[in-house]
């Protein structure tokens, strides 16, 4: 048995030495399934490693070699380890264990992210199993899931009622019913709100400090990667995520993984905000009378304040009594209670809309020309759109990816041009990095520009210079909200639909997987 063993082992040396040098310095120079030992290469045994690529791995995993050089493997995403089979992870083989989730009566169990749960069947389209479970909705009953006031039955069981949703950079949040928030996507810098800095692919709690939920929300905003929402009657603002240039406006420029307050400039707490709107580096939040107060980065005047200094707490703006404020990369924008709008900042390709695109930039507020009769307005990275009271929608700016949605793919426009179609009927408007969308009086979804995430949500990557319909949100739809890349619709069903860029999970749907089509948020309860 002794002597089977050497000459296995010899053998394996000599199948080694073909490929490496007899004598070696170091066992880099002895091949993946050798170690240098007194200066001379000596084959592992059979099974055994330097590098994983003399190890084998089953099907849909990656062969890995311990520190130990032990050969082993890692299923790949969406697999889990089955006794040494790598399968789909499904209710059937859930988790690390491969457990097998369990169905309540009347209804179907659910793996989400490793994480087995269930749900009644229901009749209602939005309600229906969405898990490639291949189910017909039963509407059967009684089903033993009982969901609570502020609940609504979805794919992962009961999940608060989304109000409002607000798609940022690379994260989305929503409010819910129970004036909470809850964050899903990339999670640098804590901008997820749940005290950590772990990716989540469904909806967290966003905390108030560590084990302690956020309540009493009004209002959200999710912007480059930091968060900000409006809290109950007194109206202060609360921040969370990057603080590297005073994003969070509470004196200081560390970044916080919970929510903190907004100072104003005598260092108190804020207070008497209806909105707030969350840019790339800074935000703005909308006072009850109309005043106007900017904190973060300021480098080309975004703030509003006459200067190019940044500040870590609010700032009040000089500016005429505002109904909407929107913030972007490097740019805000104002609608006005007189009608008119004005924004301030950077005008790279003229997104202030001055009708001067030789202007460089706008330290205060500066009226956007030919525009009267204006309701809200949405700021991007380097354009803006505009919905008019009569339901009307006008975009100005860069326009190569046809996002000024005129039919037109012009390098830039300095005047608002009104989008084709869209003269009226129109209730909502968002602009984001290079495309945007608008909801009509009907509940429909239309959007224009660039398409290369699938972010108009038609079913194709294809741009478009004229609005074109979101599949599958031809009605129903209550609001809307734009992000970098990707999009989000509440419907009034209760439920929240995403679509476009998901590279880190910012659709709510739990996988990264980007889509051209609209797909429903999961929740975490």
């Known amino acids: 048995m002794m002597r089977f063993f050497i000459a296995v082992s010899l053998l394996a040396?000599?199948?080694?030495?073909?490929?490496?040098?007899?004598?070696?310095?170091?066992?880099?120079?002895?091949?993946?399934?050798?170690?240098?030992?007194?200066?001379?290469?000596?084959?592992?045994?059979?099974?055994?490693?330097?590098?994983?690529?003399?190890?084998?791995?089953?099907?849909?995993?990656?062969?890995?070699?311990?520190?130990?050089?032990?050969?082993?493997?890692?299923?790949?995403?969406?697999?889990?380890?089955?006794?040494?089979?790598?399968?789909?992870?499904?209710?059937?083989?859930?988790?690390?264990?491969?457990?097998?989730?369990?169905?309540?009566?009347?209804?179907?169990?659910?793996?989400?992210?490793?994480?087995?749960?269930?749900?009644?069947?229901?009749?209602?389209?939005?309600?229906?199993?969405?898990?490639?479970?291949?189910?017909?909705?039963?509407?059967?009953?009684?089903?033993?899931?009982?969901?609570?006031?502020?609940?609504?039955?979805?794919?992962?069981?009961?999940?608060?009622?989304?109000?409002?949703?607000?798609?940022?950079?690379?994260?989305?949040?929503?409010?819910?019913?129970?004036?909470?928030?809850?964050?899903?996507?990339?999670?640098?810098?804590?901008?997820?709100?749940?005290?950590?800095?772990?990716?989540?692919?469904?909806?967290?709690?966003?905390?108030?400090?560590?084990?302690?939920?956020?309540?009493?929300?009004?209002?959200?905003?999710?912007?480059?990667?930091?968060?900000?929402?409006?809290?109950?009657?007194?109206?202060?603002?609360?921040?969370?995520?990057?603080?590297?240039?005073?994003?969070?406006?509470?004196?200081?420029?560390?970044?916080?993984?919970?929510?903190?307050?907004?100072l104003d400039a005598s260092l108190q707490q804020l207070t008497g905000s209806v909105l707030v709107s969350s840019g790339t580096n800074s935000a703005c939040e909308l006072g009850a009378s109309g005043g106007v107060s900017c904190w973060g980065s300021n480098a080309n005047g975004e703030l509003g304040i006459a200067t190019t200094q940044g500040s870590p707490v609010a700032l009040a703006v000089t500016l005429a009594s505002a109904s909407a404020i929107s913030v972007a990369s490097h740019h805000a924008c104002a609608a006005l209670k007189s009608g008119s709008a004005s924004c301030w900042g950077l005008n790279t390709n003229s997104s202030l809309g001055l009708g001067d695109s030789t202007v460089v930039e706008a330290t205060t507020p500066t009226p956007v020309v030919n525009l009267s009769t204006v309701q809200t307005i949405s700021a991007s990275t380097d354009n803006t759109c505009a919905l008019t009271t009569g339901g009307g929608v006008y975009c100005w700016g860069f326009g190569s990816a046809g996002q000024l949605g005129n039919g037109s793919t012009s390098f830039q426009s300095s005047v608002p041009v009104q989008v084709t179609n869209l003269s009226s009927g129109v209730i909502q408007v968002g602009a984001g990095y290079h495309f945007a969308c608008a909801l009509t009086a009907g509940g429909s979804v239309l959007c224009w520009g660039a398409n290369d995430a699938g972010q108009l949500g038609n079913g194709t990557t294809s741009n478009s210079s004229v609005p074109v319909q979101t599949t599958g949100l031809n009605s129903g739809v209550t609001s809307l909200s734009v992000g970098s890349r990707h999009a989000c619709a509440l419907m009034n069903s209760g439920t929240v639909k995403c679509w476009g860029s998901n590279a880190f999970g910012n659709l709510g749907d739990g996988t990264t997987t980007s889509r051209t089509t609209p797909v429903a948020v999961l929740l975490d309860h």
């Open 13 to 262: 040396l000599a199948s080694c030495s073909s490929d490496s040098p007899k004598s070696c310095t170091t066992s880099e120079d002895c091949g993946p399934a050798a170690v240098c030992e007194q200066k001379a290469c000596a084959a592992l045994p059979q099974g055994e490693c330097r590098l994983p690529s003399v190890c084998t791995a089953p099907s849909n995993a990656t062969a890995t070699c311990s520190d130990t050089h032990l050969c082993g493997f890692n299923c790949n995403q969406g697999f889990v380890d089955c006794s040494g089979e790598c399968v789909q992870e499904s209710p059937d083989a859930c988790g690390p264990a491969c457990t097998k989730c369990t169905a309540p009566q009347n209804g179907y169990a659910t793996c989400t992210v490793g994480v087995c749960g269930s749900a009644c069947y229901s009749t209602a389209p939005d309600l229906c199993p969405d898990q490639g479970s291949g189910l017909a909705c039963l509407n059967q009953s009684p089903c033993p899931i009982s969901c609570t006031a502020d609940q609504t039955l979805c794919a992962a069981g009961c999940c608060s009622t989304p109000t409002a949703v607000s798609a940022g950079g690379d994260f989305t949040c929503i409010l819910t019913k129970a004036k909470q928030v809850q964050c899903f996507g990339d999670n640098a810098y804590g901008k997820l709100g749940n005290n950590s800095v772990k990716q989540s692919l469904i909806g967290v709690d966003v905390l108030s400090s560590p084990g302690s939920v956020l309540n009493g929300i009004t209002s959200i905003s999710a912007g480059g990667s930091f968060a900000c929402a409006v809290t109950g009657s007194s109206g202060g603002v609360k921040c969370w995520g990057q603080n590297d240039l005073g994003q969070l406006g509470n004196n200081t420029e560390t970044p916080s993984s919970v929510a903190v307050d907004v």
